[in-house]
Structure formats: structure tokens, C-alpha cells
């Protein structure tokens, strides 16, 4: 069975990078290292209240289907990235080259928010 057809959402995959503010300190920002075609597939989601504030937790699992690319396939450093899917950021928690045949990436992602934000 052939995934190309299912590529259909955009994403833009980003890098960490650090840079320095005016005062010298370090800044987190990101870095797009690719605009590509996508499936992205919902797997689960579970709510958790934290601690006594009642602070509720949700979060949402997801993978994400792209087609190979050396440049995608970070050995070391996937949690250092992230996926934007619209308005949403996915965090890349593993990636893999599915089948070991390097037509398609599978990132397993995750996505969270606090009290709904």
C-alpha cells in the first residue's frame, strides 16, 4: 500500500537554535528546516490534573508521516525539534525510517496544553 496520497498537510519541521539577546544572554528560538507535504495521524490523549490548583494537563499523541530525507533523520537530536501544523506544535519525541527502506519518516510527536491553552 503506498502513503504518498496520504501526504496531504502541510507542515514546516523546525530546529532549535540559540541566540544572544543585547545583553548577552541566550535565547531558544526555531528554525524551519522544511516545508513538507504530511499525514498526520491522531493516536491518544489522556487529562491530568497536576497538583492541587487543579492545573489540568491534556495531552495529545500524534504521528507524523513524511517522505524520506537524510536531512529529516536527526539520530540524536529529534526532541530538539518540533513540527508546526497550522497553529499547532507537535514535539518530536522519536523518529524512524519506516520499513528501513527510506521512502517514509514516521515522527511520533506530542502535544500538550494547560487549562485549555
Not at 529529534?78 to 513540527?83: C, E, F, M, Y
Amino acid at each position: 500500500m503506498d502513503k504518498i496520497g496520504r501526504l496531504d498537510k502541510r507542515v514546516s519541521i523546525q530546529r532549535r537554535s540559540a541566540t544572544l539577546d543585547s545583553y548577552g544572554q541566550e535565547l531558544d528560538s526555531w528554525t524551519t528546516i522544511a516545508q513538507v507535504w504530511a499525514q498526520v495521524k491522531p493516536l491518544s490523549g489522556k487529562e491530568r490534573v497536576r497538583n492541587a490548583a487543579m492545573v489540568v494537563e491534556s495531552i495529545l499523541t500524534h504521528t507524523v508521516t513524511v517522505r524520506y530525507s537524510a536531512s529529516l533523520m536527526p539520530p540524536l537530536e529529534a526532541d530538539a525539534w518540533r513540527i508546526l501544523y497550522g497553529t499547532r506544535i507537535f514535539n518530536i519525541t522519536a523518529s524512524r525510517d519506516v520499513d528501513e527502506d527510506r521512502r517514509f519518516i514516521e515522527f511520533d510527536c506530542s502535544e500538550g496544553s494547560i487549562n485549555g491553552q
